[in-house]
């Protein structure tokens, strides 16, 4: 069965200190993988997708499947990005499947 | 464009009653989801519904009904609640399959079940 798994449940870093949130899949193909966002009182959305190779808001995320990761990384952290992340991994023919998530607390 | 409604955003439940969660989009999407979002879980797929007239269970569909209506709503229906589904409910929709395009979410409901 596919599987994402991000080992933080929770991560505190200091507002311009450099952030990486981990995330790991299971799918030894070629999934499509995702960052989903849940700022406070807000639904969910998409962050990012793998295939479109873009920034957005500062955050990247590269797929290595060599280790099967999707980790996200922002260089300089702001106290906006403080929400709960989700990875996700949708597989042709399959649902998605999400992670369990990471809430990250930027502190000023 | 509203997106995808669903209601109510907060029910309390005894044990036993039933309710049912409603959901509709207006993005003309042919795939709508429920799913649940617990503490440390995630979020789990209940049930979906990858076109109108077709519905399949997710991985967590034990005590959940679905009906697609129509290609705008989709509902999730508890015939009798239990403490174990005490959670945060998310119906989504997507142009096509998930696992080829973005999900919208709702706003979620909240539901206890005492």
């Known amino acids: 069965a596919q599987r994402v798994t991000q080992p933080e449940k929770l991560l505190s870093v200091f507002k311009g200190a450099p952030v990486e949130l981990k995330c790991n899949y299971s799918y030894s193909g070629s999934p499509e993988l995702f960052w989903y966002v849940q700022y406070s009182r807000q639904r969910l959305q998409l962050l990012l997708r793998?295939?479109s190779r873009e920034s957005i808001k500062g955050f990247t995320a590269d797929l290595n499947k060599g280790e099967t990761s999707f980790h996200l990384k922002k260089p300089f952290a702001q106290e906006e990005d403080s929400a709960m992340y989700y990875c996700a991994q949708g597989t042709y023919g399959q649902n998605f499947v999400f992670g369990p998530g990471t809430r990250l607390s930027v502190l000023p | 464009n509203a997106g995808v409604t669903q209601t109510p955003k907060f029910q309390v439940l005894k044990t036993g009653q039933s309710m049912t969660l409603q959901c509709a989009q207006d993005?003309?999407?042919?795939?709508m989801y429920w799913y649940r979002q617990d503490p440390g879980m995630g979020l789990r797929l209940i049930y979906y519904s990858a076109s109108e007239g077709t519905t399949d269970k997710g991985e967590v569909p034990n005590g959940y009904n679905v009906s697609r209506l129509n290609k705008r709503e989709f509902s999730l229906r508890l015939e009798s609640a239990a403490p174990s589904q005490t959670s945060v409910y998310f119906c989504a929709s997507s142009v096509l399959g998930a696992n080829t395009g973005e999900l919208f979410f709702g706003e979620g409901s909240r539901l206890t079940v005492l």
């Open positions: 993005m003309n999407h042919n795939s």
């Open positions: 793998h295939i």
